[in-house]
């Protein structure tokens, strides 16, 4: 499942990649639109592979939440990675009663998982664990990627296109 995921992630990052220098290229008219769309697609790309766990974090306002004030959520945590064999990813609370949480990175070395104020009131010890590992399967399967990366996309082909 994890190669499969990455080798879907690395398809849609090249498709992408090939719809941004063909669109340059019928947009300019000339070999310089495709110079364009390939600076625009490695930007692109580059930013969704490194910085979308950053952006995704930013624009929700979460904040990383110390061990201190959260010790339940971090010995689920670190129990259910020790389980599914990965990296204990880093742990960001999102300042909103919305019940809800997921996870961003690249990888597992890189991950991080965000929770709502509103879940951790809202769900049992259990209900949140549950949830806690639905996303730490996102992170072991390294599915977390293909989101942000179809997102900032989105985001260069609307400020591209406006």
Same mark, same amino acid.
């Given at each position: 499942?994890?190669?499969?995921?990455?080798?879907?992630?690395?398809?849609?990052?090249?498709? *992408?990649?090939?719809?941004?220098?063909? @669109?340059? %290229? %019928?947009?300019?008219?000339?070999?310089?639109? *495709? %110079?364009? @769309?390939?600076?625009?697609?490695?930007?692109?790309?580059?930013?969704?592979?490194? #910085?979308?766990?950053?952006?995704? *974090?930013?624009? #929700?306002?979460?904040?990383?939440?110390?061990?201190? $004030?959260? +010790? $339940?959520? %971090?010995?689920?945590?670190?129990?259910?990675?020790?389980?599914?064999?990965?990296?204990?990813?880093?742990?960001?609370?999102?300042?909103?009663?919305? +019940?809800?949480?997921?996870?961003?990175?690249?990888?597992?070395?890189?991950?991080?998982?965000?929770?709502? $104020?509103?879940?951790?009131?809202? /769900?049992?010890?259990?209900?949140?664990?549950?949830? /806690?590992?639905?996303?730490?399967?996102?992170?072991?399967?390294?599915?977390? /990627?293909?989101?942000?990366?179809?997102?900032?996309?989105?985001?260069?082909?609307?400020?591209?296109?406006?």
């Amino acid at each position: 499942m994890q190669g499969t995921n990455q080798l879907r992630t690395a398809a849609l990052l090249g498709l *992408l990649s090939g719809l941004l220098v063909l @669109g340059s %290229y %019928y947009l300019i008219g000339n070999e310089q639109g *495709l %110079y364009i @769309g390939l600076a625009l697609a490695t930007f692109s790309s580059f930013s969704s592979w490194y #910085y979308s766990d950053t952006a995704a *974090l930013m624009a #929700y306002r979460a904040r990383p939440i110390a061990r201190s $004030e959260a +010790p $339940e959520i %971090y010995d689920m945590v670190a129990s259910l990675s020790a389980k599914a064999e990965i990296p204990v990813p880093k742990i960001f609370v999102v300042p909103t009663q919305s +019940p809800n949480a997921f996870a961003t990175g690249r990888d597992p070395e890189h991950a991080t998982i965000a929770v709502t $104020e509103g879940i951790i009131k809202l /769900l049992s010890r259990e209900e949140l664990e549950g949830v /806690l590992a639905h996303e730490l399967t996102h992170i072991r399967n390294r599915d977390t /990627l293909t989101h942000p990366t179809i997102g900032g996309f989105n985001f260069t082909k609307s400020g591209w296109l406006n």
